[in-house]
């Protein structure tokens, strides 16, 4: 019998594992073979350790993914051989592509080949290339749309790990699974929620009037941001460094208003937020994460009944989540209220549903257990802070079982609301870049720019090609490399960076939702002790935080030189 969470059976503390062929869960997509997991190594035998007593022997297997990263004895071995397959990668693009996905080389370069003809191709039927309008003007447009697409590009290359990262670190899905889902939510949050109306401005970053009359100039500039964010946003995705995509654009736009507006031209107060947003983020993503790291360990692995604990606390949470989400998200009521009762109602539904999933995939096991009789057992002795024994056997899988599935829903729910949201980051300067051009040639007036929605739906096309060709870079990064992530840890961090940027951008504090996840998964490392940080990838990860915004802003002052003199050219 094949368990709902990829295991058979456990006799005598082994977790005996099928490997001919897996089957996940519906809400899976399909049915894998363990070749298809990305950490899957043949023949091996790992020890799934969570205290000083208990080893459990298992072969690799995934529930939706693969069970490789829950193992902690060997972690420093793994960390060599996912180094050694990346180092393979890197001989190539599309081997590299190819071995995230387990395709050939060619079905690599043929995806790769589909996805450039289809961006230089649909712009062509695209009405906001400009109909009716001059040679030189749909031209340019032409041109302005592949910027917005190679930013859109980077943000899908370098953002797709803020959602799926921590879910394929600790084996929720593999690579294929995570892409597949974010490329299908990542397009719908951008063509569904992304933002509609946009300012020439983006981001309230420069002074609208200091570029009065300066159309050309303004253009330039524009067109400069989008091409030196994404420059810089490939570079931190080919060596796996998670960024700010906001920090990128704002960068760019700064270095362009300070060299062609000179001072005045910069909202400095808007620049001090991001900045502080540096430190805030991390902070508050470590120390939350920390806490409900903590708050698993001490309510769920010290409980009598670890399984049936976590099979109750997950749709309380599902509940706090989805009624979350659906208020900040989802067009409510104006009327508080009804707005509230709504978003309660999805929480319940929400939480209901998720329950019923649950009992169906794990309750032949649930059935099973029996409560502990160990001194875990007895929670009043037990401080907050105390080391705690995970549990093992059954109650192990059950808890693993129901956090895998915790962690595939908030992935999700991430991967829709980052479509919706730093998609603006690509599109705001490209639709402001066009209204400006198809402006010059009607002789329209200024003020709000009205996005069309196949602008954004060029941006969300964009950023599923970016997480497809490029995304399993960072993914490694944020997955593997900061600290070892099991579904427990993984929904952890992940539960916590969603809250934080959630009620963060509601309360109108600076954040950053990459800085806000990285410091998260620290957060997860340092509940385990410091020891189980990777200082080494923190250094690198902190020190391109750093040089984002002066290296996005002087290359936007180089790009800029360089445009202008080509459409002095040109017109």
């Known amino acids: 019998m094949t368990l709902p969470y990829g295991l058979s059976s456990v006799k005598n503390h082994s977790l005996l594992l099928k490997t001919s062929h897996l089957c996940v869960p519906r809400s899976a997509l399909g049915c894998f073979s363990p070749k298809e997991s990305p950490l899957f190594k043949k023949n091996s035998t790992l020890f799934l350790s969570h205290n000083k007593h208990t080893s459990l022997p298992l072969k690799l297997v995934h529930p939706l993914a693969t069970f490789s990263s829950y193992a902690e004895e ?11 397959s990346e180092a393979k990668g890197n001989a190539g693009d599309f081997s590299g592509m190819a071995q995230a996905f387990h395709i050939s080389s060619k079905t690599a370069r043929a995806i790769t080949i589909v996805i450039a ?3 230089l191709s649909l712009p062509f039927f695209m009405k906001s290339l400009g109909q009716g309008l001059a040679l030189k003007t749909k031209l340019l447009s032409y041109a302005t749309l592949l910027f917005g697409f190679y930013m859109a590009w980077n943000i899908g290359a ?11 670190g600790s084996g929720a899905l593999t690579i294929r699974q995570a892409v ?3 490329a299908v939510l990542e397009f719908a949050g951008a063509l569904l929620m992304g933002t509609h109306v946009t300012s020439t401005m983006q981001k ?9 009359g300066k159309d050309m100039l303004l253009f330039s500039g524009l067109l400069s941001s989008l091409t030196a964010a994404g420059t810089w946003l490939q570079v931190a995705s080919y060596f796996g460094w998670p960024v ?24 400095w107060s808007s620049l001090a937020k991001v900045a502080s947003s540096w430190v805030i983020s991390p902070l508050m993503g470590a120390l939350v994460s920390f806490l409900v790291y903590k708050c698993i360990r001490r309510f769920v692995y010290s409980a009598p009944n670890p399984g049936q604990a976590a099979a109750t606390a997950a749709p309380v949470a599902v509940f706090i989540g989805v009624a979350s989400i659906s208020s900040a998200a989802f067009p409510l009521s104006k009327i508080f209220p009804i707005a509230l009762s709504q978003a309660l109602a999805c929480g319940a539904v929400g939480a209901i549903i998720f329950d019923r999933i649950i009992r169906d995939k794990l309750g032949h096991l649930l059935a099973k257990t029996k409560p502990l009789d160990t001194p875990q057992s007895h929670p009043k002795s037990i401080g907050f802070l105390s080391e705690i024994a995970g549990p093992t056997d059954t109650q192990l899988e059950i808890v693993y079982g ?3 599935y915790m962690q595939v829903l908030s992935a999700c729910f991430m991967s829709f609301a980052h ?14 870049a066009l209204s400006i051009l198809q402006r010059g040639a009607t002789g329209g007036g200024g003020g709000e720019i009205l996005i069309p929605m196949d602008v954004l739906a060029w941006g969300g096309f964009g950023i599923v090609a970016g997480l497809t060709m490029w995304g399993y870079r960072v993914i490694a990064t944020i997955g593997k490399k900061i600290t070892e992530l099991t579904p427990t840890r993984g929904f952890a961090a992940e539960f916590a960076a969603a809250s934080v940027v959630l009620f963060a951008s509601k309360l109108g504090l600076p954040i950053s939702a990459t800085h806000t996840l990285v410091g998260a998964v620290m957060g997860v490392g340092f509940a385990r002790g410091l020891n189980s940080v990777r200082a080494e990838t923190v250094r690198e990860i902190v020190a391109s935080w750093l040089v984002t915004i002066p290296v996005g802003g002087t290359l936007a002052v180089i790009y800029t030189w360089v445009f202008n003199k080509i459409l002095s050219y040109v017109l």
Do not use: K, R, W
């Not at 972690?75 to 050694?84: F, I, K, N, Y």
């Not at 479509?419 to 402001?432: E, F, Q, T, W, Y």
């Open 158 to 168: 370098n953002d797709v790990a803020n959602a799926m990262g921590t879910s394929v």
């Open 74 to 84: 060997d972690g420093d071995q793994q960390m060599q051989s996912s180094h050694e």
């Open 117 to 119: 003809f289809s961006a």
């Open 419 to 432: 479509g919706g949201s730093d998609v603006s980051n690509a599109i705001g300067p490209l639709a402001a």
């Open 244 to 267: 700010s995509t906001t920090h990128c654009i704002v960068g760019s736009m700064v270095g362009f208003g300070l060299v062609y507006g000179g001072a005045g031209a910069v909202f």
């Open 402 to 404: 129901v956090f895998g």
């Open 180 to 182: 597949i889902t974010a």
């Open 204 to 212: 309230g970053i420069l002074m609208a009037n200091v570029f009065q």
